[in-house]
Every structure is written in structure tokens, then in C-alpha cells.
């Protein structure tokens, strides 16, 4: 199983930038899936999570962090096995490495996998 983020770069203040999140290697369906990200000298902390609905693959209402709700949109796209992380109104405290992960849990497997990430640099 792989996770293959893209989409990073250096972006002003209040600038846009899409990331995706490619899923290969598997044909089961995440638990669930979203976005974490670390800064320089800070533990990695949580973006979006959101959580399929009753072992479908219809993901459920996503768990956005305070600081970035109103900003930052998550979706997926099941025909292309690709999750993608819409951010707009950007700042500079959203400057971070990203990653993508998914979580498997079924009987037998309990699992999470994560991306090798990607750079997202605010400037000022």
C-alpha cells in the first residue's frame, strides 16, 4: 500500500493551493482517511479526518482542526482512488510539511499508512 502526496509549493498569504493524495496498492477501502501536518519543531498534528459510512465508500462528515475550518476543504474521488485537501485563504501558521493517511481496519487488519508528504510554504 501507497500513499503519493502532490500538490505543495510556496503560495502568498491568502492564496490558494490544492494537494492530493494518491492511494495504490490495495483494493480495500480506508476506514478512514485525511490529512495531518507538522511544522518545524512541532508535533504533527491533525488537519481533516473523515470516516466511511457503515463499511461503505461513502465518506461521512469530516473532523476539521479549529484552525482550519472555514478554510480548508477535504473530498474524494473513489473512481481514481484520490483524496485531495482544497486550502484557501491561506496564512503563514499553515506553513507545514502535509501528509496524507488512511486508516484499514478489518478483521485481521488494523493498520494506518501515511504519505512521504509534501511541503506547503505560507509566505508573508
Known amino acids: 500500500v501507497q500513499l503519493v502526496e502532490s500538490g505543495g509549493g510556496l503560495v502568498q498569504a491568502g492564496g490558494s493551493l490544492s494537494l492530493s493524495c494518491l492511494l495504490t496498492?490495495?483494493?480495500?477501502?480506508?476506514?478512514?482517511m485525511g490529512w495531518y501536518r507538522q511544522a518545524p519543531g512541532k508535533q504533527r498534528e491533525l488537519v481533516v479526518m473523515?470516516?466511511?459510512?457503515?463499511?461503505?465508500?461513502?465518506?461521512?462528515?469530516?473532523n476539521y482542526a479549529d484552525s482550519v475550518k472555514g478554510r480548508f476543504t477535504i473530498s474524494a474521488d473513489n473512481a481514481k482512488n484520490t483524496m485531495y485537501l482544497q486550502m484557501n485563504s491561506l496564512k503563514p501558521e499553515d506553513t507545514a510539511m502535509y501528509y496524507c493517511?488512511?486508516?484499514?481496519?478489518?478483521?485481521?487488519?488494523?493498520?494506518?499508512?501515511w504519505g512521504q508528504g509534501t511541503q506547503v510554504t505560507v509566505s508573508s
Open positions: 496498492g490495495t483494493a480495500l477501502s480506508p476506514e478512514a
Open positions: 493517511k488512511a486508516e484499514f481496519r478489518y478483521p485481521g487488519i488494523n493498520y494506518d499508512y
Open positions: 473523515m470516516t466511511s459510512d457503515d463499511d461503505s465508500t461513502n465518506y461521512g462528515r469530516p
